[in-house]
C-alpha cells in the first residue's frame, strides 16, 4: 500500500511538473516572441501576420510535445499489459506444473498404501511399496517446501541466521549424501579450493546447503551420462562455490530468465523432467538475503556450470590457512 501510494505520489508530480514547465514555456515564449516582433517592425499589418505565425508555432510545438507524450505513455501502458499477460500465462502454466507435481506422488501414496491394505503381499513387495511411498513423501514435501520457500522469500520475512559453518566438512557431507544418488554412468567429484584445511565462514548454514542442493538436484536431473563436479576456491575476499555438469545445457538466451520465478527452459522438457521452475528463483532469492550473486555458463549439449559467490567471511584460522598455502 505504501509503495502503491509512493507511485502516486510520483506520478502526480511528474504531470504537475509537465503542466508546469508548459506554462512557464508558453509563458515565456508568449512575452519575448511579443517583443521581439514589435522591436523588428512597427508595421501593424506586418505584426499581425507574425503574430498568427507566432500562434500556429505555438500550436505545432504543443501538437508535437503532446503526441511524444502520449507516445511513451502509451508504450509504457502496453508494456505493462504485455507483462501482465505473460504474468498471468507463467502463473497458470505454474498452477498446471504445481497441481502435476503434488498429484503424482499422491497417487503413488494413495495407490501402494491401498495395495498394501487390501492384498496379502510378500515382505520383499511390501519393502518396494514402502519404498516408492516414502520417495513419494519426499517429492511431496519438496514440492511444498519450495512454494513456502518462495513465498517466505517474496513476502520478505525471511531472517538470516549466522552459523560457524566449516567449508570443507559442509562439503563432505553432501557428498556423502549424494553418492548413493548418483545414476549408474555419472560421476560426482568433490573439487575443494582448500583441501584438509579448516576453512570457517561465517553464514547461514542451511540457506548455503539448500541453494548447494538445489543446483545439484538439477545437475541431477538434467545429466544423463557423464560428470557432475562441485566444489569452491577462495577467490578475492570472496567464495566462489560451483556446480558443473555434462548435461543438456542451456541455451544462451535463458541464462537469466531461468533465475525467474515460475520460469522453466523449457515447457514441454519441464513435463518430461518434472519440477515446479522454483528451484532456482529460490536460489537466487536466497543469494540476495545472504548478500551473494548467481549466475550460470552453458552451451546446449555440452553441460552448464552454476556457480555463486558468498562474501567471504572467513575466520582467523581461514585467513592463516591462505596466507600459508599462497
Ligand atoms: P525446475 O528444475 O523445477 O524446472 P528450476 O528453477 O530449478 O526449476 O530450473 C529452471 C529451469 O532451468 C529448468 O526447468 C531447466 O530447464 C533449467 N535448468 C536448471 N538447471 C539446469 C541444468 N543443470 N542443466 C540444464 N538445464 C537446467
Known sequence: MKQQWKVIY??????????????????????????????????????????????????????????????????????????????????????????????????????????????????????????????STQQLLGVVNDVVDISMIETGIVVQNKDKVELNLLMDDIYKSYLPEMKENIQLSLKKGQPGKFIYLMTDEIKLKRVLTNLLNNALKYTHKGQIEYGYRLKDHKVEFFVKDTGIGIAKELHSTIFERFKQAEIELARRTGGTGLGLSICKGLMDILGGDIWVESEPHVGSTFYFSLPAKVENEAVAVKKSVS
Do not use: C
Request: avoid cysteine.
Open 10 to 135: 510520483s506520478r502526480i508530480k511528474f504531470e504537475y511538473l509537465i503542466v508546469g514547465l508548459y506554462l512557464i514555456i508558453g509563458g515565456l515564449w508568449i512575452l519575448f516572441s511579443d517583443r521581439m516582433a514589435a522591436n523588428l517592425t512597427d508595421n501593424e499589418e506586418l505584426l499581425t501576420r507574425i503574430q498568427t505565425y507566432k500562434g500556429w508555432f505555438y500550436v505545432l510545438m504543443t501538437g508535437i510535445s503532446l503526441f511524444i507524450l502520449l507516445k511513451i505513455y502509451l508504450e509504457k501502458l502496453r508494456k505493462a499489459e504485455v507483462k501482465a499477460i505473460e504474468n498471468d500465462q507463467l502463473k497458470s502454466a505454474f498452477l498446471q506444473n504445481i497441481s502435476h507435481e503434488m498429484r503424482t506422488p499422491m497417487n503413488a501414496i494413495i495407490g501402494f498404501t491401498e495395495i498394501m491394505m487390501q492384498s496379502e503381499e510378500s515382505e520383499a513387495n511390501k519393502h518396494y511399496y514402502l519404498e516408492v511411498i516414502h520417495k
